[in-house]
């Protein structure tokens, strides 16, 4: 069974860094796309970046544009989300997700298997 955990959230103080991780399990990474996604307090879930199994970055959050870099390491069946310059308006709890297919999507209705989330909080 596909299992997707997510880690590296915490607090941090704007303008700081995080880099989130998300270890895939059951099966091999090469297979997904991985997507992020966020959700803050009352708002839509909201679609991040995805990247393919190739290594190609589809970025589909213009506020995150620049800041944040979307990467996988296949063999390590892990993909990352660094995020540098980080505002309170980032803070979110953050997901990533596995679809079996060579298309990225920022559609969440495009994607079956999902981590439980991380807390990210940005305060001063």
């Known amino acids: 069974q596909l299992q997707l955990v997510e880690s590296g959230g915490g607090m941090v103080q704007p303008g700081g860094s995080l880099r989130l991780a998300c270890a895939l399990s059951g099966d091999t990474l090469d297979y997904y796309v991985i997507a992020w996604f966020r959700q803050a307090p009352g708002k839509e879930r909201e679609g991040l970046s995805c990247?393919?199994?190739?290594?190609?970055?589809?970025v589909y959050a213009d506020s995150v544009r620049g800041r944040f870099t979307t990467s996988r390491d296949n063999a390590k069946k892990t993909a990352y989300l660094q995020m540098n310059n980080l505002r309170p308006e980032d803070t979110a709890v953050y997901y990533c997700?596995?679809?079996?297919?060579?298309?990225?999507?920022?559609?969440?209705?495009?994607?079956?298997?999902w981590g439980k989330g991380t807390q990210v909080t940005v305060s001063s």
């Open positions: 990247a393919n199994n190739v290594g190609g970055v589809v």
């Open positions: 997700a596995a679809r079996q297919t060579y298309y990225c999507s920022g559609s969440r209705n495009d994607f079956n298997s």
